[in-house]
């Protein structure tokens, strides 16, 4: 029996409205594919940085020495710094507070994978970098798949925050960049350029559509350039790839769309018409130009689709 290619999964936690569309999609994955969830929350603020806290009044004014084989202590002052008692303790309060705020996410988090009967572990970390935390966490725990939430802006179109662009640029496993409020899936949207990295995001595309009862439609876009020059060789070509991928996904409900135009543009485009779930696709296309071009394609459609996107690694 082939291993199900979804049974440990993390989900990044920071109480925003996006995270918890983040968790209620991963409740949702995990329910099909009986997986085991893991809620983090990263606490994290600006004073945790190296660089920034060599200006907080509480870098050391005094540098305690003890002289060998003496009990006294002797306070030397540091040049250029004037001393303040109050400020003594103000980095280690500002984290305890972002500490208790952390273990009320949690908590909440918690809460909300019980009353939906998924299998749940928790974790709290602190950390400068949120998303190096969760990369790490995620190659530790030997986690399937990343979940984490795309907030929007005050137009409220999707914005791709630093954590979760960092996350999905660095990772090594699949994340699912959530958003859309939208809990369930039964359209899934794949892109593919004829790729092995596209192939692979197909066959995955395939068995997500397989686990979740979904219909998959696999979504060709021709460049313009070689489009206007030879439709019909550029034409054939697609529907070779097209075909290519919908054997890779076997036994499930599949349909082929092929349109010519910007690939970003054209994906985001067709997920909003077609009122798609996910879009599933690559971040990297079959050369050292399409590497650059694909993660340029992938990027466009994290930052502009208003559909949850997953990025097979």
Do not use: C, W
């Not at 989900?11 to 925003?16: F, L, N, P």
């Not at 899934?188 to 009862?213: F, N, Q, R, T, W």
């Not at 050369?287 to 694909?294: E, G, K, Q, R």
């Amino acid at each position: 029996m082939a291993k199900s290619p979804i049974s440990k999964i993390l989900v990044s936690q920071d109480g925003s409205e996006a995270s918890v569309i983040a968790r209620e999609l991963a409740a949702f994955v995990a329910k099909k594919f009986k997986a085991k969830v893991t809620a983090l929350h990263v606490v994290s603020h600006e004073l945790m940085s190296s660089e920034l806290r060599r200006f907080s009044p509480e870098t050391p004014e005094y540098i305690i020495t003890r002289p060998l084989g003496q009990d006294s202590v002797t306070h030397v002052p540091r040049p250029g710094y004037d001393y303040s008692p109050r400020a003594k303790g103000a980095l280690s309060e500002i984290t305890a507070s972002f500490l208790d705020k952390g273990k009320d996410i949690i908590t909440e988090a918690m809460s909300f994978f019980k009353e939906e009967d998924v299998p749940a572990d928790q974790k709290l970390f602190e950390n400068a970098d949120p998303a190096q935390a969760i990369l790490k966490e995620a190659e530790d725990g030997n986690d399937d798949l990343i979940v984490i939430g795309r907030s929007k802006d005050e137009q409220q179109r999707p914005h791709l925050g630093g954590v979760a662009a960092k996350v999905s640029r660095h990772s090594k496993v699949p994340i699912l960049v959530a958003t859309g409020g939208r809990n369930t899936i039964s359209k899934i949207l794949a892109p593919v350029d004829g790729s092995k990295a596209s192939e692979k995001a197909a066959e995955y595309a395939g068995k997500l559509a397989k686990e979740l009862d979904a219909m998959v439609t696999f979504f060709h876009v021709q460049e313009s350039s070689i489009f206007d020059y030879k439709p019909d060789l550029s034409e054939t070509i697609g529907k070779n790839i097209l075909d290519k991928a919908v054997s890779l996904a076997k036994d499930v409900k599949a349909e082929k769309k092929m349109e010519s135009g910007h690939p970003g543009e054209k994906i985001v485009e067709t997920a909003d018409k077609g009122d798609f779930d996910i879009i599933v696709m690559s971040g990297r296309g079959h050369s050292a130009i399409d590497h650059f071009l694909m993660g340029s394609i992938s990027d466009h459609v994290l930052h502009y689709a208003n559909r949850s996107v997953l990025i097979v690694k």
